[in-house]
């Protein structure tokens, strides 16, 4: 836990304008799972170091950043490659499928995006890559957002002094997690190759 005390030693001389670049940066880069950087906020209040509220908000704003960063990416690569040859032709029928599948499933499925990991990192940049607004994403992803901050900060707020075990129990759900989405994600491919096969053979 030595980057908690790191990130401790760099919010205290600079206060909210460090935490805000420690989360921001951090969403991307930090080698734990964001819900154990989250509930450093929370742990970081009790221990006296920063208000309540104030915190929450500038962690909040970071996650916005971080969803918008993603959107912006996502947007950006759909317009420079749409055009581009056959890898061109990929990305803008992945962005199509991205636009079809929330508009089948409904965009209240962007209310649950920040709850997955690599899902909350996916969604934003299919979204971008698609034909919704940010205004619309906006809307629902970061009302998930904020759920998800509260609680997580909360947990820290109350139990920061368990967080290593936390890390530790989230880590391995998120490396299971990973697994069962590798699996399923090849199994669904098979499935997909053997039904373009049998469509094949059936047309010969």
Same mark, same amino acid.
């Given at each position: 836990?030595?980057? /908690?005390?790191?990130?401790?030693?760099y919010?205290? &001389?600079?206060?909210? !304008?460090?935490?805000?670049?420690? $989360?921001?940066i951090?969403?991307?880069?930090?080698?734990? &799972?964001?819900?154990?950087?989250?509930?450093?906020g929370?742990?970081?209040? =009790?221990? !006296?170091?920063?208000? &309540?509220?104030p915190?929450?908000? !500038?962690?909040f704003t970071?996650?916005i950043?971080?969803g918008?960063?993603?959107?912006?990416?996502?947007a950006?690569?759909?317009? =420079?490659?749409?055009?581009?040859?056959?890898?061109? +032709?990929?990305?803008?029928?992945?962005?199509?499928?991205? =636009?079809?599948? /929330?508009? *089948?499933?409904g965009?209240?499925?962007? #209310?649950?995006s920040?709850?997955? &990991?690599?899902? *909350?990192?996916?969604?934003p940049?299919?979204?971008?890559?698609?034909?919704?607004?940010?205004?619309?994403f906006?809307?629902?992803?970061?009302?998930?957002a904020? /759920?998800w901050?509260?609680?997580? $900060?909360?947990?820290?707020?109350?139990?920061?002094?368990?967080?290593?075990?936390?890390q530790?129990? #989230?880590?391995?759900?998120t490396? /299971?997690?990973?697994?069962?989405?590798? +699996?399923?994600?090849?199994?669904?491919?098979?499935?997909?190759?053997?039904?373009?096969?049998?469509?094949?053979?059936?047309?010969?």
């Amino acid at each position: 836990m030595d980057w /908690i005390s790191e990130m401790i030693n760099y919010v205290l &001389p600079y206060g909210y !304008t460090a935490l805000f670049i420690c $989360f921001a940066i951090g969403l991307f880069i930090f080698p734990v &799972p964001n819900e154990v950087l989250l509930m450093t906020g929370g742990w970081m209040v =009790t221990l !006296t170091y920063v208000e &309540p509220l104030p915190t929450f908000l !500038t962690i909040f704003t970071a996650v916005i950043c971080h969803g918008t960063i993603w959107y912006c990416i996502g947007a950006r690569m759909n317009r =420079t490659v749409s055009n581009q040859n056959r890898f061109g +032709a990929r990305w803008k029928q992945r962005a199509e499928d991205s =636009t079809k599948m /929330i508009n *089948r499933h409904g965009k209240r499925a962007l #209310l649950f995006s920040y709850y997955l &990991p690599f899902v *909350r990192h996916a969604v934003p940049l299919g979204v971008g890559a698609s034909s919704i607004r940010y205004v619309t994403f906006a809307t629902y992803a970061f009302l998930s957002a904020s /759920i998800w901050v509260g609680a997580y $900060f909360s947990i820290g707020y109350f139990f920061g002094q368990m967080i290593g075990q936390i890390q530790y129990i #989230l880590e391995h759900v998120t490396y /299971i997690v990973l697994v069962g989405c590798v +699996a399923l994600a090849f199994f669904v491919y098979r499935k997909v190759k053997k039904d373009e096969l049998d469509k094949m053979v059936q047309k010969i």
